[in-house]
């Protein structure tokens, strides 16, 4: 008897480095998430893409330990997810564990954000540049080593007396920065202020900032708000290159198309707070709902999409049973 073809789960089921499980952020009266719950991929480029408002960001803040959540639970897994009675047992002994060998699950939403970029390893850019204008572009590099540095100098004295130790991470902290100068193209303006960047090197270089603490995950708040079409091309390859040679995985919010169709493996789209579709590009980008919500047309016009995509659905289950 012939089998049905196997159809390979996506990674972001088969390989979860974050799952954010019903998420709800209220403030006061308004639900900004309401009842999210998605998958990033690990290894992936994971797009949230939404009209202005949709709570994108306010998902970000949750995940990065800016806002804690009013619901939900959000798990970040270094190495391979957690089954269900490992993750039972983390929620209920605390807001970190160990599974497997070494590898950590953390519960993001228990986290305050220090620990969630210096243990978690969750790096996040702001849609808001915020470097720090007054140093130069290579101690913006090594501010964002500082705990490392910290660690490394036992809080000082190390550092005071110059142990080999010290040394060793300072220089290490240095190869890093020059690492990821070189990565997105400002060596030479290394010693420059970093608010005298043009704005598209700014980013670059907030991008650079956060590369610099290790992350596993990189979330990325519109990344090419305000870059030229060059500059976005370039933005796609240095996002790609993070990808492919750091392994890192990339959740990011976007309004370019042409950026998110591009490069993301993974889209996810909210409208006000509420997940309107998951799959990949091709699959959102020809999605009713989506194309409903971005053109903004009246709620008529929503109901009579919604009403042939239920009808398409209702369809296509009766033939699958008859
Ligand atoms: N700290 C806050 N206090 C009160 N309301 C907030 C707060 N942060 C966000 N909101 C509200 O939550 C909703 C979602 O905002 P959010 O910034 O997350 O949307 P967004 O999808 O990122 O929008 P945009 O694309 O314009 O950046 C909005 O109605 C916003 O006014």
């Not at 060059?230 to 976007?254: C, D, K, V, Y």
Request: proline letters at 5%.
């Amino acid at each position: 008897m012939a089998t049905a073809p196997h159809t390979p789960l996506p990674r972001w089921e088969e390989d979860p480095i974050l799952a954010v499980e019903h998420l709800f952020m209220r403030f006061g009266g308004l639900i900004a998430v309401n009842d999210l719950s998605f998958k990033v991929g690990r290894g992936d480029i994971t797009a949230l893409i939404g009209p202005n408002g949709a709570g994108k960001t306010t998902v970000f803040n949750c995940i990065t330990g800016f806002y804690k959540p009013s619901e939900g639970r959000l798990v970040l897994a270094h190495g391979r997810a957690p089954t269900d009675g490992e993750l039972a047992s983390v929620t209920l002994i605390g807001e970190r564990a160990l599974v497997g060998a070494s590898s950590g699950v953390y519960l993001l939403e228990r986290m305050p954000d220090h620990r969630v970029s210096g243990e978690a390893k969750v790096a996040r850019t702001f849609q808001n540049i915020r470097l720090f204008t007054g140093m130069t572009v290579l101690e913006n590099l090594m501010v964002a080593q500082h705990n490392a540095l910290m660690a490394a100098s036992g809080y000082s004295l190390k550092g005071l007396f110059g142990l080999p130790s010290w040394n060793t991470a300072q220089y290490e902290a240095t190869e890093n920065a020059k690492y990821w100068l070189d990565k997105v193209g400002l060596t030479d303006r290394a010693d420059d202020p970093a608010g005298d960047l043009p704005y598209g090197a700014q980013r670059r270089l907030e991008i650079a900032r956060a590369m610099c603490s290790g992350p596993i995950l990189l979330c990325l708040d519109e990344p090419a708000a305000g870059l030229n079409p060059r500059e976005s091309l370039e933005l796609n390859e240095l996002l790609r290159s993070i990808r492919a040679e750091h392994g890192t995985s990339i959740l990011l919010i976007e309004h370019d198309m042409s950026v998110v169709m591009e490069i993301s493996d993974h889209v996810i789209v909210l409208d006000y707070g509420t997940k309107i579709s998951d799959g990949t590009p091709d699959a959102v980008k020809n999605d009713p709902r989506v194309i409903a919500a971005y053109l903004g047309v009246d709620e008529d016009a929503v109901e009579e999409v919604e009403a042939e995509i239920e009808a398409e659905v209702a369809g296509s289950t009766t033939e699958a049973t008859s």
